[in-house]
């Protein structure tokens, strides 16, 4: 009986009678297949930070492993984002175990959650990224209130409310 290791790829064996003179060895060889899927686990793309509605700098990479730590192959994971779009809910593990997808965030900045389900696993994955406001893009004045009498100080300041392209406020920038 030829008990395969726990690596999944080829595996070879030697049989030989005598001194091999006469009987030249056999080779056998046997391919070893991943076990089922046990756990997926990040390879890139967590706890990322980005601009509001811009796509994250790196893939989101995901890696479907067996008991043994092997990839395994044709495993369906579901993705679920708290915010954002993803380029497939629904991606599919190579023949390594790999399976990508990119995200791009709100308009709305905060930290966003990304769930992973995978066929066969237990246990959910969850991923977050950070959505920071775009490059300021507008600014809003508020007028004083009451009445201007000349050589006399207004009332009130002049406010000025600084805002990216999709209208998210953005502090601590200085407006001369």
Known sequence: IWTLGPRAGVQRSRLGVGSGRI???L???????????????VVAGDAQTGRVAALLPKAIALRVLDGAGNGVPGVA??????GG???????TSDS???ARARWTLP?????????VRAAGVRKELTLTARATVAPPA?????EP????????????????????????????????
Not at 27 to 40: K, R, S
Not at 77 to 82: E, G, K, P, Q
Not at 148 to 176: E, K, M, S, W
């Open 23 to 25: 009987v030249p060895a």
């Open 27 to 41: 080779v056998l060889n046997a391919n070893d297949v991943a076990g089922p899927p046990a756990t997926v686990a």
């Open 77 to 82: 994971l579901a993705l679920s984002a708290s």
């Open 85 to 91: 779009a993803l380029s497939d809910s629904m991606v």
């Open 96 to 98: 390594a175990g790999f």
């Open 107 to 115: 308009r709305v900045p905060g930290v966003l959650r990304l769930s």
């Open 138 to 142: 507008n600014v809003v004045f508020t």
């Open 145 to 176: 209130t009451g009445t201007p009498v000349v050589g006399h100080a207004l009332g009130t300041h002049v406010a000025a409310r600084v805002t990216d392209v999709y209208g998210n406020p953005i502090a601590g920038v200085v407006v001369t």
